[in-house]
């Protein structure tokens, strides 16, 4: 059986601490898992993702970011997601539209009604069965990539950034309860990882 599984949550929240997790249970349940991530699977990706995260040189203003991401994301489900989705897998995103939602909507100020309709269309149909949302205290979540080191262009934006993002994240989510599951993040990758557990049992 197919799913699409995404996570969400700003950086530092725990998102590939935890997917990795998900993965190890859900293969051990017997389930075939792919996991990937946005920005950046795929040649084109990859190359967007360089361009928006990495190269320093290149300015990239907001609306250039939102059309970056989105076809990024639109190459990204053509090419990968799709195909694995028919091919049966159990699907695992490291962020999805909703990212776009967030960061470009709420973070960067772009009219939220213009960003839902291009993260939408650039989704091309395909809609996450299931999100977990990573809750933690914006603080704490910079904290831990303090100690990690930080490595590209959002991780590099004020408190206040994130702040928008995380605000946007919780809009979201009252907007889509039925789709996205709010996941307490702040205690031990074990507790986080029991909670999201109880989705798939
Ligand atoms: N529950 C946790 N408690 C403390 N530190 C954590 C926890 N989960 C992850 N970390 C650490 O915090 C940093 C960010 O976690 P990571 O999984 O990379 O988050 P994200 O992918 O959302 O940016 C990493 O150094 C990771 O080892
Ligand atoms: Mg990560």
Sequence with gaps: MSRFITFEGIDGSGKSTQIKLLADYLSSKGAKVFLTKEPGEGKLGEAIRTMILARRDIEVKPYEELFLFCAD?????????????????????????DSTLAYQGFGRGIPHDFVFDNAKASSLGVEPDITLFLSIPVEQALLRLKNRGRNNRMDEEPLEFHSRVDRGYRELMKRDIERIKEIEATGSPEEIHTEIKRFFE
């Design 73 to 97: 994301r639109s190459h990204h489900v053509r090419e990968v997601i799709q195909p694995k989705l028919e091919d049966g897998y159990t699907v695992i995103s490291d962020r999805y539209y």
